[in-house]
């Protein structure tokens, strides 16, 4: 199963872009969706993660501007980011993670798509 994000771009301070990911098959037992990002020079880190059935949660950075959304039954997550600041800028990066009846678990990750944010 490959991921595929799109919908990175440049954007310039306070528009909006609007992220998706898809899977190329269907991912069965999906227990997390979410997106990460990584900054240059600086680590991976969550932006946003819907717990399936359960809660989202956003990294404060992001609170009230991102909002992540998912099509479970198309295996898709979207992430609208408006109010775009510089310091989004940003490889973004989908994940599925899965965990099974039997406590199996698989981590799936997009190659990720370059959001930069300039004037």
């Known amino acids: 199963v490959q991921l595929q994000a799109f919908g990175g771009g440049l954007v310039r301070p306070g528009g909006s872009l609007r992220l998706s990911c898809s899977a190329s098959?269907?991912?069965?037992?999906?227990?997390?969706m979410a997106w990460f990002r990584q900054a240059p020079g600086k680590q991976r880190e969550l932006v946003a993660e819907?717990?399936?059935?359960?809660?989202?949660i956003y990294a404060d950075s992001i609170k009230g501007r991102f909002t992540i959304s998912t099509d479970i039954a198309k295996n898709r997550v979207y992430l609208q980011m408006n109010s775009l600041k510089p310091e989004d800028t940003a490889v973004y990066y989908c994940?599925?993670?899965?965990?099974?009846?039997?406590?199996?678990?698989?981590?799936?990750w997009g190659e990720g798509t370059l959001v930069t944010v300039s004037s």
């Open positions: 819907e717990r399936i059935g359960r809660r989202t």
């Open positions: 098959q269907n991912i069965d037992n999906i227990n997390t």
């Open positions: 994940n599925v993670f899965t965990l099974d009846g039997l406590g199996s678990t698989h981590d799936y």
